[in-house]
């Protein structure tokens, strides 16, 4: 990235104007200064210093009610994060949601930016309509999905009607199922991001590529499957990083679904932020908050290095 | 591209499945709008058929139980505050780094890029721990100073910074403009496009924060639309179903007609984000 950037150009200049050039480039490369002065005194202060605040805060136990008692722990508050049954199930719930999510999101979003690239008419129009969930706040979203998804509500009722459900269910409280219904809400507020992220692709795509695959007598499935999804490869490649990072994050749909911050008696809905939460401002216990962050983090970075790996460079 | 106009059954199957897609993303939507205009018993009894008897009862309620001119108030003066103040500090930023040579400038650029790599999530408690050791907790300041720069959109306004031509800029300083002449007059009006990515993503993420709010507003006096009306819905469960849907119509109202009227912008913003 670094090399990308231009050198100043005027590298041969008359020996006489050389003092006056320096001066003025001084001149320059200070303002340069005083312009990215801002963000390093944000990031100091924000970034650097919380980062460390938050490594040592890892070897104490530390609340807000008694603030002036720092229990030096060393690692204990590390070693009880690996082997917390409740942050792992807050992990593992997230895997079976992304699972879905990831699933549906991209499917749905190649095959609507697919109908939107075929249309010549209107598709304005429906890209419009299909990206309106993406600016849609997650709170409201979430309380229209759970009426939506609750046994009063139209889903469960069509479900009745048709048979495929003997009585409606409180979806919410089984054991098995929050997960997938967030997934289902979640996907229908992200696919537009999908959508729009494919379309761009398909664009690029280079259209003699399917001249020449139909010369060759190739099918629509063909094409399909041989020239447009391996072209699509870097879209997909960064709607799964940015799925997994800001999955693995998720909070507001949990804590405003009306779950406890343990995420219901079965731990059903936990999700690790949700659990750092609770830690943090109901157990207050600031320092293994501060370990479940770090330790969120890392998983984080893992998964990220590990895709990263599994893709070729040539498709990022 | 000249049989388009000719009914074809593919055209005809596309067109059906795209309105399909239609129907299903805004019926949430209008299942929403529906019910904020019925009686209560009515959404009780049957939340999915049209209203009998528009009413408005819900609506009063809402602006009778909660303040909802001080919560707009509130979200405004964050999200207006984050997205000039991000908006400007970013672009004279990614300025400087684009265009502006100066001693360690590649090496801070790499350094930017590395923070990008560490998620969100990390900073959550060491934040709070400090801005509550600063006494910051109850006020706005708290959410809009450590959001006042970003990484992210210092990176996306130097990519778009780095295609003007550098001739244009020394023309400008041979001229004898200095680099706070050159960005106002010279770089603003050739990343306008770009201001409008970063200010929508930017305005759009501080309007529909919840977590940030709920943080570090803890004041009735100091909530935003989203911590008010989820309050509200959460403290008598299942009793006020007419002003719970006329209070999630009020909060998604005035985004949906900002959008309509951007809506280019919007799209080409989370566009241009992944296209680097």
């Given at each position: 990235m670094a090399d990308t950037i231009s050198i100043?150009?005027?590298?041969?200049?008359?020996q006489q104007q050389k003092s006056r050039r320096m001066w003025t480039r001084i001149r320059r490369g200070g303002w340069g200064y005083i312009f990215v002065f801002p963000w390093i005194l944000v990031y100091l202060v924000f970034g650097l210093y919380p980062l460390l605040l938050s490594f040592y805060l890892t070897f104490f136990t530390y609340s807000f009610v008694t603030p002036e008692d720092y229990v030096f722990v060393g690692l204990g508050n590390w070693l009880r994060g690996f082997l917390d049954p409740l942050f792992w199930k807050g992990i593992t719930n997230i895997f079976y949601n992304q699972v879905i999510f990831i699933l549906v999101t991209n499917v749905i979003g190649l095959l609507t930016a697919f109908l939107l690239y075929k249309v010549t008419f209107a598709g304005r129009i429906f890209r419009t309509i299909y990206f309106m969930p993406v600016i849609t706040s997650v709170v409201v979203l979430m309380v229209v999905g759970n009426y939506l998804t609750s046994?009063?509500?139209p889903i469960q009722s069509y479900m009745v009607q048709l048979g495929i459900l003997d009585s409606p269910v409180f979806w919410k409280f089984t054991e098995s199922l929050p997960m997938p219904v967030i997934a289902l809400i979640n996907s229908w507020k992200w696919f537009g991001v999908s959508t729009v992220i494919y379309l761009a692709g398909l664009y690029a795509v280079d259209p003699q590529f399917y001249e020449a695959a139909q010369i060759d007598g190739a099918s629509g499935w063909q094409q399909f499957w041989s020239i447009t999804i391996p072209q699509l490869r870097p879209q997909i490649f960064f709607l799964l990083v940015v799925n997994v990072i800001n999955g693995l994050q998720m909070f507001t749909e949990v804590f405003t679904l009306g779950y406890d911050v343990f995420g219901g008696p079965q731990h059903q809905a936990l999700t690790p932020v949700l659990y750092l939460y609770a830690q943090a401002f109901n157990n207050s216990n600031i320092g293994y908050a501060s370990t479940l962050g770090l330790l969120l983090a890392l998983v984080i970075a893992l998964l990220t290095v590990i895709q990263f790996r599994l893709f070729p460079s040539d498709a990022r | 591209m000249l049989q388009s106009k000719k009914f074809t059954w593919p055209t005809a199957i596309i067109y059906l499945l795209l309105l399909l897609g239609a129907i299903v993303v805004l019926y949430p939507f209008f299942y929403m709008l529906m019910n904020s205009l019925k009686f209560g018993p009515e959404i009780l009894h049957s939340p999915t058929r049209l209203p009998t008897q528009i009413t408005l009862t819900g609506f009063q309620g809402v602006f009778q139980s909660l303040n909802m001119l001080l919560l707009y108030r509130n979200s405004l003066i964050l999200a207006v505050s984050i997205t000039v103040l991000n908006t400007f500090l970013s672009s004279l930023a990614a300025y400087a780094i684009a265009k502006i040579p100066f001693p360690g400038r590649n090496h801070l650029f790499g350094f930017m890029l590395a923070t990008?790599?560490?998620?969100?999530?990390?900073f959550l408690i060491p934040t709070y721990v400090m801005i509550y050791r600063l006494g910051w907790v109850g006020q706005f300041h708290a959410l809009i100073i450590p959001s006042a720069i970003s990484v992210y959109n210092i990176f996306l306004i130097r990519q778009f910074v780095a295609g003007i031509p550098n001739e244009l800029i020394e023309a400008a300083r041979l001229d004898g403009a200095n680099e706070v002449r050159i960005f106002a007059n010279v770089i603003l009006p050739l990343i306008r496009p770009v201001l409008a990515t970063v200010a929508i993503l930017s305005f759009i993420g501080s309007w529909n924060d919840f977590l940030g709010p709920l943080l570090y507003l803890n004041k009735p006096e100091t909530w935003t639309v989203q911590l008010g009306l989820y309050q509200f819905q959460s403290s008598i469960p299942g009793e006020n179903a007419q002003e719970i849907w006329a209070s999630m119509t009020l909060i998604t109202l005035p985004l949906v007609l900002v959008y309509f009227l951007l809506q280019d912008q919007f799209v080409k913003a989370f566009a241009n984000v992944s296209l680097k």
């Open positions: 100043d150009r005027d590298t041969i200049p008359r046994p009063q509500g | 990008m790599m560490i998620p969100g999530v990390l």
